[in-house]
């Protein structure tokens, strides 16, 4: 069977082709490289002893994303394409509705006219916004988002539920991800923002590799176990699993499906700030600052229903998530520019 990962030199895109490629199925890449190298092609034969078909295209350009359909019998696609930066999108509101939106819309016509009938969908536990109580499940309310990157993802799973709705046959499964971390093991690929990082897992990496003189710990006084606040992480290649899982899903129903992908166990940012000096083996310098605006102090998954649904949870411990970013980060101390 023939995937097409639109975004799918990205990070999250990367490490789920691996996995889809060692599962037997062909993948297509369909990526701009706005957010990503197109070094990370060669990694990836390197890592699986596969080609991966490539083609640089922006994905709203529905004339081009013709092309990869008109050139492949597609099967089923995994739809990473967009941007996906909180703060950006607080300052280009309008860049991320156009670029998120745009994707989703030529993307689904273009399946359409081709009678291609599956897609997964990267949306996030931002969906569930400022005011749902945790554990996250997912019939609960979404919205509230705090930002215009989350309004994009809660707009899109309304997108393609209506044309789910509207369209027989069509089988969608829309993925909440909560906090992605770590690297594949091998070290080859990993994540490597183009700024300085806003996330909390590749911003310890830079300060663990000496790049970055300390990590800024966002509020110590929140009602947590250490005052630091609390997420779900989830090992990038338990979430590449997952993706794994979910077209198997697709293939085999109709309608829309949702699942939330984490490990369902909240880390404070002391807990990881911890697990990673043991992993890098020495100590991450940190500063207590302010609170961040727009964080909530805790919040994680409920992924009962994936494990019971799809058969996937998360296996990997924080111990596993800190080793293997380490690895990649200290390999690769610029990432794929070196
Ligand atoms: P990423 O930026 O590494 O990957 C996205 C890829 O899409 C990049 O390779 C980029 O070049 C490409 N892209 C963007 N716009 C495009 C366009 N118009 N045409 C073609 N390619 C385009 O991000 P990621 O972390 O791998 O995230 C993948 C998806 O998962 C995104 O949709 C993101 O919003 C979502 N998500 C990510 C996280 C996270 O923490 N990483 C959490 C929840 C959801
Ligand atoms: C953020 C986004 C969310 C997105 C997710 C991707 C916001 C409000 N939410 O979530 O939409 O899906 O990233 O993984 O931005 N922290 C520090 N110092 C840092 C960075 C972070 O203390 O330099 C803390 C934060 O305050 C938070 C935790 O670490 O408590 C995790 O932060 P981060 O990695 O940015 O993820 P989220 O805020 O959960």
Not at 33 to 47: A, D, G, H, Q
Not at 90 to 101: A, D, E, T
Not at 249 to 262: D, T
Not at 267 to 295: F, Q, T, W
Request: proline content about 4%; some cysteine; charged content about 25%.
């Amino acid at each position: 069977m023939k995937i097409l990962l639109t975004g799918g030199a990205g990070y999250i895109g990367s490490h789920t082709a691996v996995e889809l490629a060692a599962a037997g199925y062909e993948v297509v890449i369909a990526d701009n490289f706005s957010n990503s190298s197109p070094k990370v092609l060669e990694r990836l034969e390197m890592i699986t002893g596969k080609r991966f078909g490539l083609y640089e295209i922006d994905v709203a350009d529905k004339t081009a994303l013709k092309k990869v359909f008109e050139e492949n019998k597609i099967d089923a696609v995994i739809h990473f394409a967009g941007y996906k930066s909180v703060p950006e999108s607080v300052k280009v509101p309008l860049s991320y509705y156009r670029n998120n939106i745009d994707t989703t819309l030529s993307l689904l016509e273009v399946m359409g006219e081709y009678g291609c009938n599956n897609i997964v969908f990267s949306s996030s536990a931002t969906v569930y916004g400022t005011k749902a109580p945790y554990p996250y499940k997912e019939d609960m309310e979404t919205g509230n988002c705090s930002n215009p990157y989350g309004w994009t993802k809660l707009f899109i799973e309304r997108i393609i539920t209506d044309y789910a709705a509207a369209k027989e046959g069509f089988s969608a499964v829309l993925l909440r991800y909560f906090n992605p971390v770590g690297a594949h093991e091998s070290g080859l690929i990993g994540e490597d923002p183009r700024d300085i990082p806003n996330n909390l897992m590749p911003y310890i990496s830079r300060v663990a590799v000496g790049k970055l003189p300390y990590l800024n710990v966002y509020g110590n006084d929140y009602p947590t176990k250490d005052g630091t606040g609390v997420r779900d992480y989830i090992h990038v290649t338990d979430l590449a699993k997952g993706h794994a899982a979910a077209l198997d899903f697709a293939e085999k129903h109709s309608g829309v499906e949702i699942f939330n992908l984490g490990a369902g166990k909240g880390i404070s940012v002391l807990e990881m700030v911890n697990a990673y000096s043991k992993a890098c083996g020495h100590d991450i310098p940190y500063k207590i600052a302010p609170r961040r605006d727009g964080d909530l102090a805790e919040f994680y998954a409920d992924a009962s229903k994936a494990n019971v649904i799809l058969g996937w949870k998360a296996e990997h411990s924080v111990d596993d998530m800190c080793r293997d970013s380490w690895n990649w980060q200290s390999k690769n101390p610029k990432g794929y520019n070196e």
